[in-house]
């Protein structure tokens, strides 16, 4: 059998060989109720990510994993306990940490091209005219969309609408990319091909990345750790599995043919199993 990262529920304590990036320690995300009693929805979370690692949160709805990442964003505030990035505690948004959302999020009245443009002038104010066409036309072919620079959102694809949140996500250089549920509004054709796109930009220039998803093979092909979530409310880690394949994911061999060398072999085999089991064992309720 191989050997997982694993913690018992409840009782995590994450350990890197080296100082962590972003840290959470003993995070609890609560709301008031009109019976004044607090409705807790994260409780006693404790993660450390590194600075070029790429972790994926999985659990069913309701378990507290948007809710977490939107922490992490400075997008929500946790009732007690610490997120740190870099030694900094996390307090509000902030240009370090980007957000590729599931709905894309795009000025319908602006073109590609101006959509990641917003960002670059929002965030990179020293940066010269001549800088700021230079860094959109960069990261416009780092997703293949100089062709469709000019278009506008309701011209391109579910697909290509999804490349202009990332370029624009990481046109700023930000230190941290968050992505919540990423690719779950596209069909599985577009979905497997912008996975590919996505990590092999990532090979290139690495930064942290914490990814919400619902699928456990895009996350075992995707990330270095993945981090399984127990049920809510009152939800908090209760596993994490450390990914055993070498990257880069995207190899020289047909692309095709390397996924399904990965997930054709034992040990993709037997974290997949590990993973599904988990969820099985401990999310029970309907969704």
Same mark, same amino acid.
């Given at each position: 059998?191989?050997?997982?990262?694993?913690?018992?529920?409840?009782?995590?304590?994450?350990?890197?060989?080296?100082?962590?990036?972003?840290?959470? =320690?003993?995070?609890?995300?609560?709301?008031?109720?009109?019976?004044?009693?607090?409705?807790?929805?994260?409780?006693?979370?404790?993660?450390? &990510?590194?600075?070029?690692?790429?972790?994926?949160?999985?659990?069913?709805?309701?378990?507290?994993?948007?809710?977490?990442?939107?922490?992490?964003?400075?997008?929500?505030?946790?009732?007690?306990?610490?997120?740190?990035?870099?030694?900094?505690?996390?307090?509000?948004?902030?240009? =370090?940490?980007?957000?590729?959302?599931?709905?894309?999020?795009?000025?319908?009245?602006?073109?590609?091209?101006?959509?990641?443009?917003?960002?670059?002038?929002?965030?990179?104010?020293?940066?010269?005219?001549?800088?700021?066409?230079?860094?959109?036309?960069?990261?416009?072919?780092?997703?293949?969309?100089?062709?469709?620079?000019?278009?506008?959102?309701?011209?391109?694809?579910?697909?290509?609408?999804?490349?202009?949140?990332?370029?624009?996500?990481?046109?700023?250089?930000?230190?941290?990319?968050?992505?919540?549920?990423?690719?779950?509004?596209?069909?599985?054709?577009?979905?497997?091909?912008?996975?590919?796109?996505?990590?092999?930009?990532?090979?290139?220039?690495?930064?942290?990345?914490?990814?919400?998803?619902?699928?456990?093979?895009?996350?075992?092909?995707?990330?270095?750790?993945?981090?399984?979530?127990?049920?809510?409310?009152?939800?908090? &880690?209760?596993?994490?599995?450390?990914?055993?394949?070498?990257?880069?994911?995207?190899?020289?061999?047909?692309?095709?043919?390397?996924?399904?060398?990965?997930?054709?072999?034992?040990?993709?085999?037997?974290?997949?199993?590990?993973?599904?089991?988990?969820?099985?064992?401990?999310?029970?309720?309907?969704?």
């Amino acid at each position: 059998m191989m050997e997982y990262t694993s913690l018992p529920i409840n009782t995590q304590t994450e350990v890197l060989p080296r100082p962590g990036f972003l840290e959470i =320690e003993n995070l609890v995300k609560s709301y008031p109720t009109p019976d004044k009693d607090n409705f807790v929805v994260l409780d006693g979370v404790n993660l450390t &990510i590194g600075e070029d690692e790429y972790i994926s949160v999985i659990g069913h709805s309701g378990c507290g994993k948007s809710t977490l990442l939107k922490i992490v964003a400075g997008l929500e505030k946790a009732t007690s306990g610490s997120v740190r990035l870099d030694g900094q505690e996390i307090r509000q948004p902030g240009a =370090e940490r980007m957000m590729v959302f599931q709905n894309y999020s795009l000025l319908p009245w602006l073109t590609v091209r101006e959509n990641i443009r917003l960002a670059v002038d929002e965030v990179l104010k020293n940066a010269n005219r001549a800088e700021k066409i230079s860094i959109v036309n960069q990261h416009l072919a780092m997703v293949n969309l100089t062709a469709a620079a000019d278009k506008y959102p309701d011209e391109i694809s579910g697909g290509m609408k999804q490349r202009v949140g990332i370029a624009r996500a990481l046109a700023i250089r930000p230190k941290m990319l968050l992505m919540d549920e990423p690719f779950g509004a596209l069909d599985a054709l577009t979905r497997g091909k912008l996975q590919r796109q996505v990590l092999d930009i990532w090979e290139n220039n690495r930064q942290a990345v914490m990814m919400i998803t619902h699928d456990v093979d895009e996350a075992i092909y995707m990330s270095d750790r993945i981090v399984l979530m127990t049920n809510g409310p009152a939800a908090s &880690i209760g596993e994490i599995l450390k990914i055993p394949f070498e990257r880069p994911r995207v190899s020289e061999a047909p692309l095709k043919e390397a996924r399904a060398a990965m997930r054709n072999s034992k040990e993709y085999f037997e974290l997949r199993n590990h993973a599904l089991n988990f969820l099985d064992r401990y999310f029970t309720q309907d969704e």
